[in-house]
């Protein structure tokens, strides 16, 4: 029997912790479409993006304020850049951060708006937990019952640890006071 359905092509865009100095800089060097792309995001956000994506420092671009509007304009970057040369997809989604990425490839809110958003919401974030106060690390291999048990022998009064996101594939985030 043969399936009569059509084969659909999704995009699926990533989350916070997929940032690294250097990312994206090839592609704008390569396509307009890439270029333009940060450009766009420099002109929204009132500095340069680019140049934090592209040099760093890494300090500068993994505080949460930066990482999230630096990834979310190089997954647009990559998405336009595949768009143009004749890619489609029938589906894009995003894990965590990558959701706003998705939202942006779906024409549901321009880049600008979500540039300044993001950026918003990683200073929201960053203000909540003070760099150096808070971690997160992903754990994997451990049933979500051990885990909470480590967690709870880690914790201590004031300083918790605890899961923090159930990840496919056996991964569990946890998070928590540094300490």
């Not at 989604?93 to 958003?117: D, I, Q, R």
């Not at 918003?120 to 690390?137: D, K, N, S, T, Y």
């Not at 049933?143 to 009064?157: D, F, H, I, M, Q």
């Amino acid at each position: 029997m043969r399936n009569t359905r059509a084969m659909k092509t999704a995009l699926l865009f990533p989350g916070q912790g997929s940032q690294r100095v250097g990312m994206g800089r090839d592609l704008a060097l390569t396509f307009e479409t890439a270029k333009r792309t940060y450009e766009e995001a420099d002109d929204a956000l009132g500095f340069a993006i680019s140049k934090l994506c592209w040099e760093g420092p890494e300090d500068d671009l993994t505080l949460t304020q930066n990482t999230q509007p630096a990834i979310l304009t190089t997954s647009i970057a990559v998405f336009r850049v595949l768009r143009e040369r004749g890619l489609s997809f029938d589906v894009v989604a995003g894990h965590s951060l990558g959701e706003w990425s998705a939202l942006v490839a779906a024409g549901a809110l321009p880049l600008a708006e979500a540039v300044k958003l993001t950026h918003l919401r990683g200073q929201f974030m960053q203000e909540a937990v003070p760099v150096g106060i808070g971690a997160m690390a992903a754990i994997i291999g451990l049933s979500l019952e051990t885990l909470r048990g480590v967690c709870a022998k880690a914790s201590a009064p004031g300083e918790p640890v605890e899961p923090a996101n159930l990840n496919g594939g056996g991964q569990i985030v946890i998070s928590g006071h540094t300490s």
